[in-house]
């Protein structure tokens, strides 16, 4: 079954102490991207890639870092998480740029305390 | 500074009538459009798509209107089923200016389809 994983689900945290949230993808998909929702303000572009080893900022990436190193997968790492990054996170793949036939993950509620 | 607004939070429509969904841009770069559904619990789905060079495109029930001159695009649902209740993210993208990549969302609408 084509889906896009990601873990974890749920993660409650404290400030300042790092932490990883897990994304991949199993369709070969080239362009990946991390997304968060916050009530109000939809949902912002955090990171994305064109395919490995190649990633772009996108609206609101201060805070993130992400890495491309193999096709499939695409952490998101919180370097030193505060409580203004807790919100819910998507992480998204598809075959081409542009948005269209973009599948999305289920979701990581993070909340940092 | 919201590139792309949806300035209605929330819409309510009866089943069998039609659905008006709208979303406003700034950029005049942006050359793609696009709509995505999202229920409660799950991640957003792609519905559907409109390049830059074309004011219509209809895929079922859905049909997305783009106004370039008005930096407007709408997305009309016919007929709405209490299925389509979900909210609804517009997003916007410069493919031609090789930032296919990011994509500008809106801030959503909720659809409420009454039976």
């Known amino acids: 079954e084509a889906q896009v994983t990601q873990n974890p689900r749920y993660l409650i945290t404290v400030t300042g102490k790092k932490l990883t949230v897990t994304c991949s993808q199993n369709?070969?998909?080239?362009?990946m991207s991390w997304y968060r929702q916050d009530p109000g303000l939809g949902l912002r572009q955090i990171y994305y890639?064109?395919?490995?080893?190649?990633?772009d900022k996108g609206d609101v990436p201060e805070g993130y870092k992400v890495s491309r190193k193999e096709k499939r997968n695409f952490p998101l790492i919180l370097e030193s998480p505060s409580p203004n990054q807790t919100s819910l996170y998507f992480c998204a793949s598809s075959l081409r740029v542009g948005g269209s036939g973009q599948f999305f993950g289920p979701g990581t509620r993070l909340t940092v305390l | 500074d919201q590139q792309v607004k949806q300035n209605s939070p929330s819409l309510s429509v009866q089943e069998g009538r039609i659905s008006i969904l709208n979303c406003d841009y700034t950029n005049s770069m942006f050359d793609y459009f696009l709509w995505y559904k999202k229920y409660p619990a799950e991640g957003p789905t792609f519905l559907i798509s409109?390049?830059?060079?074309?004011d219509k495109n209809e895929d079922g029930r859905f049909t997305v209107f783009l106004n370039k001159s008005a930096k407007h695009l709408s997305l009309h649902i016919v007929p709405s089923q209490p299925g389509d209740s979900a909210v609804y993210f517009c997003a916007a993208s410069m493919v031609y200016y090789n930032q296919g990549g990011k994509l500008i969302f809106g801030q959503g609408t909720e659809l409420s389809v009454k039976p």
């Open positions: 369709m070969n998909h080239e362009y």
């Open positions: 890639s064109m395919n490995v080893e190649v990633t």
């Open positions: 409109i390049s830059s060079i074309k």
